[in-house]
Every structure is written in structure tokens, then in C-alpha cells.
DNA sequence: TCTGGGGTCCTAGGACCC
DNA sequence: TCTGGGGTCCTAGGACCC
């Protein structure tokens, strides 16, 4: 059986969870910002009319959103998490051959039939999505992911299609892709774009009909597996297993400059909890950890400093407190007072399975038991009852560095008060 | 006052070895 | 004055994605 590719896309991801618990939302224009409140990155059709730019800075687009009246949210990631959840688990309703590409986009294998026959399917897939969820999505249907995202976009951007296209065995393929802009290909990106013009490719079908050599020569294998996916040869494949992540990262912006190194220490232990927790969810243990300070490049008249340093531990670790005396004393070496700090940040490498850590000769017995079960239980008690209801005492208790969040909606989703209490009769 | 936070893969070039 | 060639490993940097 023939097998297609389906890229399922939630449209304004984060404008739609938040309207999915605030209808009032509908027909306005609404955009979400950035951690720190710092610029748009998701926007309503509405706001997008009124020419709003995504990752405009928001502190520029006050006059704007005053103005036409744009309702603005700080970004819910526990909220939008959540929902990504519920979306996911009723896609694997239709099939169980599915990768969770995004927060908000997934590729689905099935398989194909007729024309009809695929846009009906998507049609059902995207009804569903909306009934069980609330989420408004776009299917799109191609041979490869590369052309089921080109067919999402087409699906997405003409009314008539009702956000449903499938651009497999297409009888008007060509004349499509020579509609489509080069820029807009899954894998071109500004100074791919830029390049491809200079040299007069600007639509998908002539980067289709490009010379190999000259494409490998100038975007890389990468590049040419694209160029392979445009005509229809997959090369990318479907990756169910999500692989486990190679590295993590843990870095914020602050809410204001920060000059004290004690304040900078807390910062740093919370970025750490992050990221260890973020460890332990995938079973591993990192060997290498890194920490960044930088001050705030777009303040071009203060004086600017940026250092990282790295250490390898003696065992790799996922365990909260050993991090995060390592970061802090990391922290220590690269700390220069007298400047004003914007962001600080850790990156854990070199990531093995938790099962499989060599123990040090020299570091005998670890990681001790009690370490991983008072973990499990942080873990567990975080998840239950919302993020930081447990935390370390070197994360500080004010954080007055925090990162903005002045425009949040409530946790609709895990905010504890909302569980109702339910007597359990006595038998 | 105010400009996000994650990730991936690939390539070139240097260090080092024989 | 001349100063090969091939291999590996590592790092930095550049491109992309959402």
C-alpha cells in the first residue's frame, strides 16, 4: 500500500489555546509575545491583517495594539503544552504512525487513495481536531513531508479549500509549485532565499528542476534532499520515536538588569532546575555543563560583557543540587562586576542514558539512591501540582530578576484550585 | 523601561598523527 | 631553499526549523 504524507498544523497555535477557554476571543485581534513580554509570536488572522509582524518587539507596537484595540497575552506555556497534549492523543485516533514534529504541527502516515478519497479524510481529521479540542487545524497532504507542508500552506491560504489540501499525484503539480515562492519551502530560509534569486530560482518549481551538483554545492545535502522532496522522492522519513535531545538549554532574559552575582547565582540554579528536570523526563544524564552571562546588546551605550565556561563532571549527573553547585562555581569564574546583566543561561551536553553511566572509581556508589528518589519525588509533586511548587533554596525565593509575565492568562489547565474535590463515599 | 528560547545538521579549518 | 598526503578529531560558525 502507497503511503502519503499528512502535515497537520494548528493555525495561531497560542492565540487559539487561548481562546479555546476565552470565546470573547473570536473575531478579535489577539497576539501572544514572547517570554519576558518581548516580541509577537503568535498572532490572530485579525492582527495579522492589521499588518502586525511576527517577532515585532512589543514595546514598539503599544501605539498599534492601543490604537486598533489588540488584546495581548503573555505566553502560557504550561496552557499551550497541555493543549499540544490533547491534540496529539486525538491524532493517534487516526493513525498510530505519527511524529510529534512541533508544538503545534505533526506528520501523520497514511495510506493513499483517491483524490477525494484524502481530501475527505482530511476534512474528517481536521473536524475532530476542532470537536475534541478546540483547535482549529490545516491538513496537508503530499508524497513527501516537504510537499505535505508546501500543500498545508496552499490549504491554509486559500478560503475555498476549507484548510484541507492534497497535492499527492496532483494532475497540476508544476503549475502549483511555480505559483509557490522559494521562500516559503520547508528548509529555505532568508539567506537561502536571497542566494536562490540572485541566481533567478524564485519559485519551488525551479529549485525543482535546479542542477544537483550546483544545489549540493551551494545549500549543502540538505539542501538537495529538498530538492529531492520537491520532486517527489522522500528523504525524509517519519520519526516516531522522538530521539532523545543531544543537548538542553536552559536560558531567560530578566526582567531588569542584574549587576549582584548573588542574584545572578539564583538565576543560574533556576535555569539548572529546568534543565535537570528536563533530563530525567527523557532517562539520561548529562557529562557536560556550560554557563553563559551576557549583558544586553541592544544597549549600545552601556558597556558589554559575555563570557561561558564549561566543565566536564566527574559522573554524568541529572541530579538538581550537584548541577547547580557546578554552574554556580562556574558562574563565579566569568562573573566581572560593574556591568549590567540581561541574560544568563545552561547548557547541558554530552547526554547519556541514565542506565547506562559508568561509574568513577574515584566517585564511588553514585548516584546514590536517595539522590534519584528525592528527585522522582520533586518531579513528581511538580507535575501533580504545577511547575515550582517544589524548588531548591538556591533558586531564591523573591526572584526579582524574574522574566516578565505581566499579561498572563490563568492556568486554565493545571491550576490546582480549578481540580474539583470529589468526597469519596465511605463502603 | 521595553527587542524570546529553544533545538538540529553541515562544513571548513586547525591540530595532531603517521 | 625546500617543507607531502591522508586520516581523525574537535571546534566554531553558519544555515535552518518552530
Redesign the pocket.
Request: hydrophobic share 40%; charged share 25%.
Given at each position: 500500500m502507497k503511503k502519503v504524507f499528512a502535515l497537520v498544523d494548528c493555525n495561531n497555535?497560542y492565540v487559539s489555546c487561548e481562546r479555546v477557554f476565552n470565546p470573547a476571543l473570536e473575531g478579535r485581534a489577539v497576539v501572544v509575545l514572547?517570554?519576558?513580554?518581548?516580541?509577537v509570536?503568535a498572532r490572530s488572522e485579525e492582527a495579522k491583517a492589521l499588518g502586525i509582524k511576527?517577532?515585532a518587539?512589543?514595546?514598539?507596537m503599544?501605539h498599534e495594539f492601543r490604537k486598533y484595540g489588540v488584546l495581548v497575552y503573555s505566553s502560557n506555556y504550561a496552557l499551550y503544552g497541555d493543549m499540544s497534549d490533547r491534540v496529539m492523543q486525538t491524532l493517534e485516533q487516526f493513525t498510530k504512525r505519527l511524529e510529534v514534529?512541533?508544538?503545534?504541527?505533526a506528520f501523520l502516515s497514511l495510506n493513499s487513495s483517491s483524490h477525494e478519497e484524502m481530501t475527505e479524510y482530511g476534512r474528517l481529521i481536521r473536524y475532530i481536531i476542532k470537536k475534541w479540542t478546540g483547535i482549529p487545524v490545516a491538513v496537508g497532504i503530499g508524497p513527501t513531508k516537504t510537499l505535505a507542508?508546501i500543500a498545508g500552506k496552499i490549504g491554509k491560504k486559500n478560503p475555498q479549500l476549507k484548510g484541507v489540501f492534497d497535492i499527492a499525484n496532483h494532475p497540476r503539480m508544476d503549475e502549483i509549485l511555480n505559483a509557490f515562492p522559494v521562500g516559503d519551502?520547508?528548509?529555505?530560509?532568508?539567506?537561502?532565499?536571497?542566494?536562490l534569486k540572485r541566481h533567478g530560482i524564485l519559485t519551488a518549481l525551479q529549485l525543482k528542476c535546479a542542477q544537483d551538483a550546483w544545489v549540493?554545492k551551494h545549500l549543502?545535502?540538505?539542501g538537495l534532499r529538498t530538492v529531492m522532496e520537491l520532486r517527489g522522492v522522500s528523504c525524509f522519513s517519519l520519526e516516531e520515536m522522538p530521539?532523545?535531545?543531544?543537548?538542553?538549554?536552559?536560558?531567560?532574559?530578566?526582567g531588569?538588569?542584574v549587576e549582584s552575582l548573588d542574584e545572578l547565582k539564583e538565576s543560574i540554579a533556576t535555569?539548572v532546575a529546568?534543565?535537570a528536570e528536563?533530563l530525567r523526563q527523557q532517562h539520561s544524564a548529562a557529562s557536560i555543563l556550560h554557563v553563559f552571562l551576557l549583558t544586553?546588546r541592544?544597549?549600545t551605550e552601556e558597556p558589554q560583557y559575555g563570557n561561558s565556561a564549561t566543565t566536564i563532571l566527574p559522573v554524568p549527573s541529572s541530579y538538581t543540587p550537584d548541577l547547580i553547585r557546578s554552574a554556580q562555581e562556574l558562574l563565579e569564574k566569568i562573573y566581572k562586576p560593574g556591568y549590567r546583566y540581561?541574560?544568563t543561561?545552561v547548557?547541558l551536553t554530552e547526554i547519556v542514558p541514565q542506565d547506562r553511566i559508568q561509574t568513577n572509581l574515584l566517585v564511588p556508589d553514585y548516584p546514590h539512591e536517595k539522590n534519584r528518589t528525592l528527585m522522582k519525588m520533586v518531579d513528581h509533586i511538580n507535575a501533580r501540582w504545577g511547575p515550582d511548587t517544589v524548588r531548591f533554596a538556591a533558586e531564591g525565593m523573591e526572584k526579582e530578576w524574574h522574566?516578565r509575565r505581566n499579561l498572563l492568562s490563568p492556568r486554565f489547565t493545571t491550576q490546582w484550585s480549578e481540580i474539583p474535590i470529589v468526597k469519596i463515599p465511605n463502603s
Amino acid at each position: 500500500m502507497k503511503k502519503v504524507f499528512a502535515l497537520v498544523d494548528c493555525n495561531n497555535f497560542y492565540v487559539s489555546c487561548e481562546r479555546v477557554f476565552n470565546p470573547a476571543l473570536e473575531g478579535r485581534a489577539v497576539v501572544v509575545l514572547s517570554n519576558n513580554d518581548g516580541c509577537v509570536i503568535a498572532r490572530s488572522e485579525e492582527a495579522k491583517a492589521l499588518g502586525i509582524k511576527m517577532g515585532a518587539p512589543a514595546f514598539k507596537m503599544e501605539h498599534e495594539f492601543r490604537k486598533y484595540g489588540v488584546l495581548v497575552y503573555s505566553s502560557n506555556y504550561a496552557l499551550y503544552g497541555d493543549m499540544s497534549d490533547r491534540v496529539m492523543q486525538t491524532l493517534e485516533q487516526f493513525t498510530k504512525r505519527l511524529e510529534v514534529y512541533s508544538i503545534d504541527e505533526a506528520f501523520l502516515s497514511l495510506n493513499s487513495s483517491s483524490h477525494e478519497e484524502m481530501t475527505e479524510y482530511g476534512r474528517l481529521i481536521r473536524y475532530i481536531i476542532k470537536k475534541w479540542t478546540g483547535i482549529p487545524v490545516a491538513v496537508g497532504i503530499g508524497p513527501t513531508k516537504t510537499l505535505a507542508k508546501i500543500a498545508g500552506k496552499i490549504g491554509k491560504k486559500n478560503p475555498q479549500l476549507k484548510g484541507v489540501f492534497d497535492i499527492a499525484n496532483h494532475p497540476r503539480m508544476d503549475e502549483i509549485l511555480n505559483a509557490f515562492p522559494v521562500g516559503d519551502v520547508w528548509g529555505v530560509g532568508p539567506q537561502y532565499e536571497a542566494l536562490l534569486k540572485r541566481h533567478g530560482i524564485l519559485t519551488a518549481l525551479q529549485l525543482k528542476c535546479a542542477q544537483d551538483a550546483w544545489v549540493k554545492k551551494h545549500l549543502t545535502v540538505m539542501g538537495l534532499r529538498t530538492v529531492m522532496e520537491l520532486r517527489g522522492v522522500s528523504c525524509f522519513s517519519l520519526e516516531e520515536m522522538p530521539m532523545a535531545k543531544k543537548g538542553i538549554m536552559s536560558s531567560r532574559s530578566f526582567g531588569r538588569p542584574v549587576e549582584s552575582l548573588d542574584e545572578l547565582k539564583e538565576s543560574i540554579a533556576t535555569y539548572v532546575a529546568y534543565a535537570a528536570e528536563k533530563l530525567r523526563q527523557q532517562h539520561s544524564a548529562a557529562s557536560i555543563l556550560h554557563v553563559f552571562l551576557l549583558t544586553n546588546r541592544f544597549k549600545t551605550e552601556e558597556p558589554q560583557y559575555g563570557n561561558s565556561a564549561t566543565t566536564i563532571l566527574p559522573v554524568p549527573s541529572s541530579y538538581t543540587p550537584d548541577l547547580i553547585r557546578s554552574a554556580q562555581e562556574l558562574l563565579e569564574k566569568i562573573y566581572k562586576p560593574g556591568y549590567r546583566y540581561k541574560k544568563t543561561g545552561v547548557f547541558l551536553t554530552e547526554i547519556v542514558p541514565q542506565d547506562r553511566i559508568q561509574t568513577n572509581l574515584l566517585v564511588p556508589d553514585y548516584p546514590h539512591e536517595k539522590n534519584r528518589t528525592l528527585m522522582k519525588m520533586v518531579d513528581h509533586i511538580n507535575a501533580r501540582w504545577g511547575p515550582d511548587t517544589v524548588r531548591f533554596a538556591a533558586e531564591g525565593m523573591e526572584k526579582e530578576w524574574h522574566m516578565r509575565r505581566n499579561l498572563l492568562s490563568p492556568r486554565f489547565t493545571t491550576q490546582w484550585s480549578e481540580i474539583p474535590i470529589v468526597k469519596i463515599p465511605n463502603s
